[in-house]
């Protein structure tokens, strides 16, 4: 899966990722994290080892996701580059390219008082599930945080729950 490039702090992650989500956000970008379907890192490992048992999970995780990020077999992944400011949260459309990254515009936005965003920790990856309060809409993602990303994804979720 790919991973933004190593940084040397959370700060510089932050700084790399507002640079590229802040010309698609209309309003001061103050965090920002990318997010994959909930289960990618598991649909992943069971792929290798049963491409059809793979395939299903990947199709239920997707499903699950509800369109904001997706990952395929031989597709590269969509994740979403999640912006949150003080008052909205924007999910946009982000695909790792040969030449870096390709950012869309929202797929999603929502006032932040109307949403509700769960968190729980897991060994590869905390799963966030967002509930848009007003609408029903529900979104199934996860924050990969196996890799040594120096506090980052933990100021993120932070910043997205309201817990900082």
């Known amino acids: 899966m790919p991973l933004i490039p190593r940084p040397q702090s959370a ?4 700084r790399q990722l507002t640079d590229l989500a802040q010309p698609h956000v209309p309003e001061p970008v103050t965090a920002v994290g990318m997010l994959l379907p909930a289960g990618a890192w ?3 490992v069971a792929g290798k080892a049963n491409p059809l048992v793979g ?5 239920r995780h997707n499903k699950a996701a509800g369109g904001l ?9 969509q994740m979403a580059l999640v ?6 949260v924007y999910a946009l459309a982000a695909t790792f390219k040969s030449s870096g990254w ?3 515009d929202a797929i999603g936005t929502w006032d932040r008082s109307d949403l509700r965003v769960e968190t729980s920790p897991g060994r590869l990856a905390t799963k966030v599930v967002l509930d848009v309060v007003s ?4 979104y199934e ?7 040594d990303d120096v506090g980052f994804t933990d100021a993120f979720l932070q910043a997205l729950t309201g817990s900082a």
Not at 11 to 14: A, N
Not at 135 to 138: I, L, N, P, R, S
Not at 141 to 147: D, H, K, Q, S, Y
């Open 141 to 147: 993602l996860e924050a990969t945080t196996v890799a």
């Open 135 to 138: 609408t029903g809409e529900h």
């Open 55 to 59: 395939s299903i999970l990947r199709h």
């Open 83 to 88: 912006a949150v400011t003080e008052a909205r």
């Open 102 to 104: 390709a950012v869309g």
């Open 42 to 44: 598991g649909g992943f």
């Open 11 to 14: 700060e510089e992650t932050t």
């Open 69 to 77: 990020a997706r990952t395929g077999m031989m597709k590269r992944p």
